[in-house]
């Protein structure tokens, strides 16, 4: 069915046939992307939906993707790699990063499935924007974690101009083959240990890339905050405060500065919301959508901690 109002609220467009939108992955029941793309979606009156959808196999997902009504999705753990097999076509900068977390159906291609990633750009953008908190500039990077994330996050290092670039993970041998299928585009530097780096050479900038709950503030060494200023970026934003920004703020300077999970989530949503619709990502109406969101969970947790006491 075609929406007769496909604009900001109150300006007639062109009819918009209506679509289904989804975030694929695995325990992501918690997901902010519904909240923050509905959102975009009321500003300019268009009749698309954005639903969770959780599955354990890419292959369970060909009877959404292959429909009609399908617009787009974004893609997140543990899905970023396999999804590709629907793409008729991928983005170069999603080729090198060897992973795909947005969707994009063209219609002008008779339905096609385009795949981008919008992780990195949404990195970039971030480490453009707080790069001025560091005046010698960003020379060494570091990652924490080998996914589909990670990858999203050493590119951005290297479209950011980041000279040193290294690359941490529990299980090295996933670090190694990351780096070695970027190997032709650029150095990746992967440690044993995170206490490896040598402290006249720790990252101005820090990326985390896996789940919070596998880690404590304890698993970061202090060695990795000797710079007198830098930028943590953790893309986890389950719980907000995460045990990589508490160890920020533990032991970097006060001249550290942290980015929250939720900030990335924004910053490629907001990538992912032009790229689906063509139209400028409403920020301020998705931002406010969040933060409504949050305080109405917060008056439930306080409300259910009420009634336990």
């Not at 990670?150 to 000279?163: C, D, E, I, Q, T």
């Amino acid at each position: 069915m075609a929406n007769e109002l496909a604009g900001p609220k109150g300006k007639e467009s062109q009819a918009v046939a209506a679509k289904n939108f989804w975030i694929f992955g695995q325990g992501i029941s918690f997901s902010m992307s519904p909240t923050i793309h509905s959102a975009g979606f009321a500003h300019y009156n268009l009749p698309h939906t954005y639903e969770i959808h959780q599955t354990k196999t890419v292959e369970e997902l060909r009877s959404l993707i292959t429909s009609s009504a399908f617009g787009g999705a974004s893609v997140t753990m543990p899905h970023k790699l396999a999804i590709s097999m629907y793409c008729a076509e991928i983005s170069e900068q999603a080729k090198i990063i060897g992973a795909v977390n947005t969707l994009i159906r063209d219609e002008s291609r008779g339905g096609q499935i385009y795949g981008e990633n919008t992780d990195w750009s949404g990195l970039a953008s971030l480490l453009r924007d707080t790069s001025r908190s560091c005046p010698r500039g960003l020379n060494t990077g570091l990652v924490i974690g080998a996914g589909g994330a990670s990858r999203a996050a050493l590119y951005a290092f290297h479209k950011s101009g980041v000279k040193q670039i290294y690359l941490f993970n529990r299980t090295k041998s996933r670090a190694e083959a990351i780096a070695q299928a970027l190997k032709p585009y650029f150095k990746i530097i992967v440690l044993d240990q995170l206490t490896d780096i040598p402290t006249d050479q720790g990252p101005d900038v820090i990326i985390g890339t896996i789940p919070a709950d596998k880690t404590t503030i304890e698993y970061f060494p202090p060695a990795l905050f000797s710079k007198p200023e830098g930028i943590c970026i953790d893309m986890a934003y389950k719980p907000r405060l995460t045990p990589l920004m508490m160890a920020t703020t533990r032991w970097g300077s006060p001249a550290w500065s942290t980015v929250p999970g939720v900030e990335v989530l924004m910053q490629q949503g907001f990538e992912q919301f032009r790229l689906w619709t063509g139209c400028p990502a409403p920020e301020l109406e998705m931002r406010q959508a969040l933060a409504a969101k949050d305080a109405t969970e917060a008056a439930v947790i306080r409300v259910k901690e009420t009634a336990l006491m």
